[in-house]
């Protein structure tokens, strides 16, 4: 089984591991999520390239269609709270639809990607 210190999960870009699973600890409009197959683009992604990813792949907005950014810091995928998450000011909740918070220089974002 891949672990973070195991070398045996793929890294992204920002040495972060990626992971494909199931999993329901996404961010649906702040309601209850179904378990979905999703690919985990890993941690520690800045929240500039974040958003680009989603404006080119999906609907840029963290929150809705395939691309969606994880729910919090606290998730456990694999058996690791670094495997998901992400820092909470990635996403602008002020905003409606709520967006990716790129006035900020975040460096800690996370998302799925539904398959």
């Known amino acids: 089984m891949p672990t ?5 999960a793929p890294l992204n870009a920002f040495n972060a591991p990626m992971v ?9 409009d702040m309601g209850s ?3 979905r197959l999703h690919f985990l683009t890993g941690r520690f992604v800045p929240v500039k390239v974040m958003r680009e990813l989603d404006v080119k792949v999906d609907d840029a907005y963290p929150e809705t269609g395939n691309l969606r950014a994880v729910a ?5 995928f694999v058996g690791s ?7 909470i000011e990635c996403v602008d ?3 409606t639809p709520a967006s990716w918070n790129t006035a900020t220089e975040i460096q800690d974002c996370n998302a799925v990607i539904f398959l």
Not at 20 to 28: I, K, L
Request: charged share 10%; glycine share 12%.
């Open 4 to 8: 973070q210190s195991n070398g045996l």
């Open 20 to 28: 494909v699973g199931r999993t329901a600890d996404y961010q649906v």
């Open 33 to 35: 999520a179904a378990t």
């Open 72 to 76: 919090d810091t606290t998730i456990v």
């Open 81 to 87: 709270p670094a495997w998901g998450g992400h820092d």
């Open 93 to 95: 909740h002020s905003t």
